[in-house]
């Protein structure tokens, strides 16, 4: 199974402060087909997780654009350009590219 | 806008078997995979497996085969997973998810004696 690695395990960001979030995997997320399966997704309190990237660096239709994906291969990045109050939760990426589907531990985001 | 509709929450005793409901609605239904993810009170999210509502062919994480079935009727666009010999590790609360992108509200489920 791929083994996904998020980093920090929580942060706490001052409102329109920036925020980065790491994902890391334990093999390479790039598929034969060209694209790279990696998503993130923000849980809030109580909630079902919602989507927020997919294939490394696109946003579903909604996310707000403040909201960047990047990377390739095994090492991946969520920024928050600037952190509002409503993106406190819990972060996840997940891997897609082959079952199982997995997913990393989760970024906690708190505003200070 | 597509909607996964889950089945209310449910209190089961230690052995007994749970099925739970995931009924989908505005798109194809038999377009996309549907999988099952689980949550554990205060922890991360888990792989179930999938079922591909075209054939209805399923796919397990290997801890939860034999135990996990999982179903649909594309009559009422709906999926179904059935978990047999609850134990209180079970304990969680259980989404559906269309392909990886949307997510239904999720079911409590808790195994107590």
């Known amino acids: 199974d791929i083994v996904m690695t998020q980093t920090p395990l929580s942060l706490s960001v001052t409102p329109g402060q920036p925020a980065s979030i790491s994902c890391k995997s334990s093999?390479?997320?790039?598929?034969?087909?060209?694209?790279?399966?990696l998503s993130w997704y923000l849980q809030r309190a109580g909630q079902p997780p919602q989507r927020l990237i997919y294939?490394?660096?696109n946003r579903f239709a909604g996310v707000p654009d403040r909201f960047r994906g990047s990377g390739s291969g095994t090492d991946f990045t969520l920024r928050i350009s600037r952190v509002e109050a409503e993106d406190v939760g819990v972060y996840y990426c997940?891997?897609?590219?082959?079952?199982?589907?997995?997913f990393g531990g989760g970024t906690k985001v708190e505003i200070k | 806008q597509v909607q996964l509709v889950q089945s209310g929450p449910e209190v089961k005793k230690p052995g007994a078997s749970l099925k739970i409901s995931c009924k989908a609605s505005?798109?194809?239904?038999?377009?996309?995979?549907m999988h099952w993810v689980r949550q554990a009170p205060g922890h991360g999210l888990e792989w179930m497996g999938l079922?591909?509502?075209?054939?209805?062919?399923?796919n397990f994480a290997q801890k939860f085969e034999g135990r996990v079935t999982m179903t649909r009727d594309t009559s009422t666009s709906t999926v179904y997973m059935e978990v047999s010999g609850l134990t209180s590790d079970d304990t969680a609360v259980y989404f559906c998810?269309?392909?990886?992108?949307?997510w239904g509200q999720g079911t409590m489920v808790t195994v107590s004696s």
């Open positions: 505005g798109y194809s239904f038999t377009a996309y995979p």
């Open positions: 998810l269309r392909d990886v992108v949307d």
């Open positions: 997940m891997q897609s590219v082959e079952l199982p589907l997995t």
């Open positions: 093999q390479s997320l790039l598929h034969s087909d060209g694209k790279t399966y």
């Open positions: 079922i591909n509502p075209i054939g209805g062919s399923t």
């Open positions: 294939e490394v660096s």
